[in-house]
């Protein structure tokens, strides 16, 4: 910040140089040749009235009762005189510089962009409230600028200023490298009184800051965010003080004008600068907020919102330097980017159209980064959200980008925010089973169910429900309260191994499509199919001393 503030000092310092070696124009240099100065008064076009003005108030030429006569209205010699003066001030101190070869010469000259009236205004954007106006055949200030002369002088040298005006003088009038004695020390009073203001707001602004934030609990934030911003506030204050004191100093009108020039551009800059770092604090405060959602899209939108933030303040930033600092028309500009707009809208609808699918995709987050989606051939993982387009991994670990625009007129399944996962399968078992055992079975199934911790206990259907052509079938059809697929299979995977420990267990036979040739039982051979108990008590045994060992180990 030091070396910037140097950089500062030493633009000034060259400016300065420029004034006391480049700038030191005199009458003979500006005005044409004009064989009696002394008494040249001639009002009859707005060039001859302008250059009375300027001439007669000129330092080796300093006739302030003939300039006086330029002024319209009714003011007594000596108001005119004192007005006179201020308005050359005024002048001088909005580095306004008049061309006098540019001001046009014809006694009925007529201003195209105001109906043709009879004025000339020497600076629409600067003073605009100062203009010359035919009154009968003369051409003279208008009776309304001679009325808004004091206040236009109170808003150039604001807060007292004027006062130094006649006091600087006194210090000496002595010309030393083309300036004043009395300007020469102003312009080291100035660049003193500029180095120890800077270092008195930077003292203020930054270690005041900082305490209030240590207090409150933000020091971290004061010392990323707040005091980069705050030195920069610094700087403008020191802006503003060079803009109202460099007027008093009365340097030459070329000088002033580039020096006005500069400044006011420097305080728009300075300003655009302390919003584009407040942007940074703005998307701290959002990632803060961000963090305590669930959702994933809120830590994709932060970084496009301070992205498009400070794009926002850059363009109307630069915006402002060019209009208000640089006195550039923009409205040209502006009209011209509007229609370069239009065609640009109509020869990137896609692009558009894809911008608007990620604003909606955003704002009503049908899905965040990591869900599982389905829609149309597109099956897999979000991975990513960006402005023109969505990426999925499939599950052939490929990569597709689908626009944004498509996405927000599809219709999108997502797996991913589902609650509870299903899982339905139907459980065979051969023809010869009894029915007790069928009973117990399914018994034994509910209680795998109820046991296992992932598994939904208030909804659940485990019942025999249909007979096939060759087996008969059990209903298995529960939900898993899992986040991922992959809890999900975990879960089914436990499930299962304990359906086929419980069946081995009980001595259920599973089925499967098969011919079976019943034939007699030859002697000395026993048959294929199971010899079962008809006892139901006995397999209730086998049942309790099945969940004894699996369900409550």
């Not at 076009?45 to 009762?65: I, M, Q, R, S, V």
């Not at 609650?419 to 209680?447: A, H, S, W």
């Amino acid at each position: 910040m030091a070396s910037r503030f140097r950089l500062i000092l030493l633009g000034l310092a060259l400016l300065v140089s420029n004034c006391l070696f480049g700038f030191a124009g005199g009458i003979d240099e500006d005005f044409p040749q004009i064989q009696d100065t002394a008494s040249y008064v001639n009002l009859s076009t707005p060039y001859t009235t302008t250059l009375t003005f300027f001439l007669n108030l000129e330092e080796k030429n300093f006739k302030p009762e003939n300039a006086a006569k330029t002024l319209g209205g009714d003011l007594t010699p000596e108001q005119a005189r004192k007005q006179v003066v201020k308005l050359k001030q005024v002048f001088d101190g909005q580095g306004v510089f008049v061309d006098v070869e540019q001001v046009p010469n014809e006694a009925n000259y007529a201003d195209s962009t105001r109906s043709y009236q009879a004025k000339y205004f020497f600076n629409n954007n600067r003073l605009p409230k100062i203009f010359l106006e035919k009154t009968g055949d003369k051409w003279k200030f208008s009776s309304y600028t001679v009325s808004q002369i004091n206040e236009l002088h109170k808003e150039t040298y604001p807060y007292g200023t004027a006062k130094l005006l006649n006091l600087l003088p006194k210090i000496g009038q002595q010309v030393y490298l083309g300036l004043h004695l009395w300007q020469l020390c102003g312009i080291f009073l100035l660049v003193l009184f500029v180095f120890t203001a800077h270092k008195l707001f930077t003292f203020i602004v930054d270690r005041g800051m900082f305490h209030v934030s240590k207090k409150l609990g933000y020091k971290q934030v004061a010392e990323t965010y707040l005091l980069p911003v705050a030195r920069v506030i610094s700087i403008y204050f020191v802006v503003l003080l060079v803009d109202i004191f460099i007027r008093v100093l009365q340097l030459p009108i070329e000088v002033v004008s580039w020096i006005v020039i500069m400044l006011n551009a420097v305080k728009p800059l300075i300003i655009t600068i302390v919003f584009y770092k407040l942007a940074d604090l703005l998307s701290a405060y959002f990632e803060r907020q961000a963090d305590k959602t669930e959702s994933n899209l809120d830590d994709q939108l932060v970084p496009l919102v301070r992205k498009t933030l400070k794009a926002f303040i850059i363009i109307v930033g630069s915006l402002f330097i060019l209009k208000d600092g640089l006195q550039v028309d923009i409205w040209p500009f502006l009209t011209g980017l509007s229609i370069g707009g239009l065609a640009f809208a109509l020869a990137a609808q896609d692009t558009i159209k894809n911008f608007f699918g990620s604003v909606m995709i955003f704002i009503d987050k049908p899905f965040q980064v990591g869900d599982w989606i389905t829609s149309g051939d597109v099956d897999g993982t979000v991975e990513e959200v960006g402005f023109r387009s969505t990426r999925v991994r499939t599950f052939r670990n490929s990569l597709m980008y689908i626009p944004n625009g498509r996405i927000a007129d599809a219709t999108i399944d997502n797996h991913g925010l589902r609650q509870y996962r299903r899982f339905y399968t139907t459980i065979t078992i051969t023809y010869g089973t009894p029915p007790e055992l069928i009973d117990v079975f399914v018994e034994g199934l509910r209680e795998i169910v109820k046991s296992h911790p992932l598994t939904r206990k208030d909804y659940y259907n485990v019942y025999f429900n249909n007979m096939s052509a060759y087996s008969l079938d059990i209903m298995f059809y529960v939900f898993f309260e899992v986040p991922t697929w992959g809890d999900e299979l975990q879960g089914r995977h436990e499930i299962l191994i304990k359906i086929v420990k419980l069946a081995n267990e009980l001595g259920v036979n599973f089925a499967f499509p098969t011919q079976t040739l019943h034939m007699e039982t030859f002697p000395e051979k026993e048959g294929l199919s199971p010899i079962y108990e008809d006892n139901a008590e006995a397999y209730k045994q086998r049942l309790d001393a099945f969940v004894q060992r699996e369900m409550k180990r």
